[in-house]
Nanobody, 121 residues
Framework: QVQLVESGGGLVQPGGSLRLSCSAS????????MGWYRQAPGKQRTLVAS???????NYADSVKGRFTISRDNAKNTVYLQMNSLKPEDTAVYYC???????????????WGQGTQVTVSS
């Protein structure tokens, strides 16, 4: 069973920082592409950042220079460091995996349950 569990969301003032974590199980993490998406109220879910199993990360223009995605294959965890946060970053943040499953060895796309990030003074 594939599980993606996010943590680290919360309330932060503009200009502040948060680090989100997503712990994965049930997948071959080192072979999987991982990403963070966000969805604000009344808006579509959009890509924030992604990191392949090998190669360079990719960022939405709106977060370039402020957010950093990273992964620790030994811990099956992907992170999103968010600095210089703005009110417009307020959203539910979702972890995503385009992953190779353990056992069945099949590829699938999976989502975490989401974590709320609120940027407000």
């Amino acid at each position: 069973q594939v599980q993606l569990v996010e943590s680290g969301g919360g309330l932060v003032q503009p200009g502040g920082s948060l680090r989100l974590s997503c712990s994965a199980s049930g997948i071959i993490f080192s072979a999987s592409a991982m990403g963070w998406y966000r969805q604000a109220p009344g808006k579509q879910r959009t890509l924030v950042a992604s990191i392949p199993s090998g190669g360079s990360a990719n960022y939405a223009d709106s977060v370039k220079g402020r957010f950093t995605i990273s992964r620790d294959n030994a811990k099956n965890t992907v992170y999103l460091q968010m600095n210089s946060l703005k009110p417009e970053d307020t959203a539910v943040y979702y972890c995503n995996a385009n992953a190779l499953t353990v056992g069945f060895g099949t590829w699938g796309n999976y989502w975490g349950q989401g974590t709320q990030v609120t940027v407000s003074s």
